[in-house]
C-alpha cells in the first residue's frame, strides 16, 4: 500500500519542482536556478550515500561502468534549462502532458531499437493523446479571437 | 516553440533515466542520484563563473525554491524503490495520477506563483480524448 502512496507522491513533487524552478527562474536566471537546485540535489543525494550506500571501494564497478552512462549529466544540464524555460511559460496540466507524450513515443522507439519489442497501443495512446492537446489548443486559440474582437468592437 | 520544448525534454527525460538506472544498477541508486547532482552541480558553477554571474542570493530566498533541489534526488530514489514492487506499468499509472491531480489544482486554484487557469467545461472533451489516450496506452 505505501508504495502506491509513494508513487502518488512522486507524481506530486514531479509537477511542483518545475514550477518552482519555473517561478524562480522568472526572479533571477535560470543558470542561477539550475545551480541552486543541483546544489541542494548534490548536498541531499551525497548526505543520503554516505548514510545509506554502500562502499563504492572493490566493488570494481568503476571499470565496469561504460563511460557513456556518465554522460546523464549532459543530457540533464539540457533538460534542466528547457524545463527551467517552459515551466512559467505553459499550464501545470501541459507541464505533465507534454512530456509524457515525449517520453511515451521516445521509449516506443527505444524498445523497438533495443529489445526488438514494438508498442503499438502506446503510439496509438500518445496519437490520442495529441489529439486531445490539439482539440482544447483549437477551442483557445477561438476564444482568444473572440475576445480580441470583442475588444476591439469596444476601442470603436 | 515553448510547447516543442516541453515535448523535447519528454525525450531527454527518457535518456536520462535509463542512464541513471543503469549506473544505479551497476553501483547502487545512492551514488548515481549523487553523482547526477554533484556533476551538475560542478557543471552550473562553472557555468555562472564563465558568464561572470553570482550565486544566488541565499539572504533573500524564500525557503520553498529549496525543494526542487531536495525534490529530484526523492525523484530517482522513490522510483527506483518502488519499480521492483510495484513494476513500472503501476508507478508510471499512480505517478501519472498524482501528477494529474496536483497540475489540474495548481492551474485551477492559481497555487505556487503560477497564473490561475480555472477548469472550463467546454475543454471537457479535450481532457476525456486526452483520459481516453492514456487508457489505450496502458492495455
Same mark, same amino acid.
Given at each position: 500500500?505505501?508504495?502506491? /502512496?509513494?508513487?502518488?507522491?512522486?507524481?506530486?513533487?514531479?509537477?511542483?519542482? %518545475?514550477?518552482?524552478?519555473?517561478?524562480?527562474?522568472?526572479?533571477?536566471?535560470?543558470?542561477?536556478?539550475?545551480?541552486?537546485?543541483?546544489?541542494?540535489?548534490?548536498?541531499?543525494?551525497?548526505?543520503?550515500?554516505?548514510?545509506?550506500?554502500?562502499?563504492?571501494?572493490?566493488?570494481?564497478?568503476?571499470?565496469?561502468?561504460? %563511460?557513456?552512462?556518465?554522460?546523464?549529466?549532459?543530457?540533464?544540464?539540457? /533538460?534542466?534549462?528547457?524545463?527551467?524555460?517552459?515551466?512559467?511559460?505553459? %499550464?501545470?496540466?501541459?507541464?505533465?502532458?507534454?512530456?509524457?507524450?515525449? &517520453?511515451?513515443?521516445?521509449?516506443?522507439?527505444?524498445?523497438?531499437?533495443?529489445?526488438?519489442?514494438?508498442?503499438?497501443?502506446?503510439?496509438?495512446?500518445?496519437?490520442?493523446?495529441?489529439?486531445?492537446?490539439?482539440?482544447?489548443?483549437?477551442?483557445?486559440?477561438?476564444?482568444?479571437?473572440?475576445? /480580441?474582437?470583442?475588444?476591439? &468592437?469596444?476601442?470603436? | 516553440? @515553448?510547447?516543442?520544448?516541453?515535448?523535447? !525534454?519528454?525525450?531527454?527525460?527518457?535518456? @536520462?533515466?535509463?542512464?541513471?538506472?543503469?549506473?544505479?544498477?551497476?553501483?547502487?541508486?545512492?551514488?548515481?542520484?549523487?553523482?547526477?547532482?554533484?556533476? +551538475? *552541480?560542478?557543471?552550473?558553477? $562553472?557555468?555562472?563563473?564563465?558568464?561572470?554571474?553570482? *550565486?544566488?542570493?541565499?539572504?533573500?530566498?524564500?525557503?520553498?525554491?529549496?525543494?526542487?533541489?531536495?525534490?529530484?534526488?526523492? =525523484?530517482?530514489? $522513490?522510483?527506483?524503490?518502488?519499480?521492483?514492487?510495484?513494476?513500472? =506499468?503501476?508507478?508510471? !499509472?499512480?505517478?501519472?495520477?498524482?501528477? =494529474?491531480? =496536483?497540475?489540474?489544482?495548481?492551474?485551477?486554484?492559481?497555487?505556487?506563483?503560477?497564473?490561475?487557469?480555472?477548469?472550463?467545461?467546454?475543454?471537457? $472533451? +479535450?481532457?476525456?480524448?486526452?483520459?481516453?489516450?492514456?487508457?489505450?496506452?496502458?492495455?
Amino acid at each position: 500500500m505505501i508504495y502506491y /502512496l509513494l508513487a502518488l507522491f512522486m507524481g506530486v513533487i514531479v509537477v511542483i519542482t %518545475p514550477v518552482l524552478n519555473g517561478q524562480l527562474t522568472l526572479r533571477t536566471s535560470t543558470y542561477k536556478t539550475a545551480h541552486l537546485s543541483f546544489l541542494v540535489g548534490g548536498l541531499s543525494a551525497t548526505a543520503i550515500f554516505l548514510i545509506f550506500g554502500n562502499s563504492i571501494i572493490g566493488t570494481g564497478f568503476l571499470s565496469n561502468t561504460q %563511460p557513456l552512462y556518465y554522460s546523464s549529466i549532459f543530457f540533464g544540464v539540457f /533538460l534542466i534549462l528547457l524545463m527551467n524555460y517552459y515551466s512559467s511559460r505553459i %499550464p501545470a496540466f501541459l507541464i505533465v502532458i507534454i512530456p509524457f507524450v515525449g &517520453q511515451t513515443i521516445t521509449g516506443v522507439l527505444v524498445d523497438y531499437y533495443l529489445i526488438d519489442k514494438f508498442s503499438l497501443t502506446k503510439l496509438i495512446g500518445a496519437g490520442v493523446i495529441l489529439l486531445g492537446l490539439y482539440i482544447n489548443a483549437q477551442i483557445e486559440k477561438r476564444d482568444r479571437k473572440k475576445r /480580441l474582437i470583442k475588444e476591439n &468592437q469596444g476601442g470603436n | 516553440m @515553448v510547447k516543442f520544448s516541453a515535448f523535447l !525534454a519528454g525525450i531527454l527525460i527518457i535518456f @536520462v533515466n535509463y542512464f541513471n538506472s543503469v549506473m544505479g544498477q551497476e553501483s547502487s541508486v545512492f551514488f548515481a542520484a549523487s553523482y547526477y547532482h554533484v556533476s +551538475g *552541480f560542478v557543471i552550473f558553477t $562553472i557555468i555562472l563563473f564563465l558568464r561572470k554571474e553570482s *550565486f544566488i542570493d541565499f539572504k533573500k530566498l524564500q525557503l520553498r525554491y529549496y525543494l526542487p533541489g531536495l525534490f529530484s534526488v526523492f =525523484t530517482i530514489l $522513490i522510483a527506483s524503490f518502488t519499480m521492483p514492487v510495484i513494476g513500472a =506499468t503501476m508507478l508510471m !499509472a499512480f505517478n501519472l495520477i498524482g501528477q =494529474t491531480i =496536483t497540475s489540474n489544482l495548481i492551474d485551477h486554484f492559481g497555487l505556487l506563483g503560477m497564473p490561475k487557469r480555472p477548469l472550463e467545461k467546454k475543454k471537457l $472533451i +479535450g481532457y476525456s480524448i486526452i483520459l481516453l489516450g492514456i487508457i489505450i496506452m496502458f492495455l
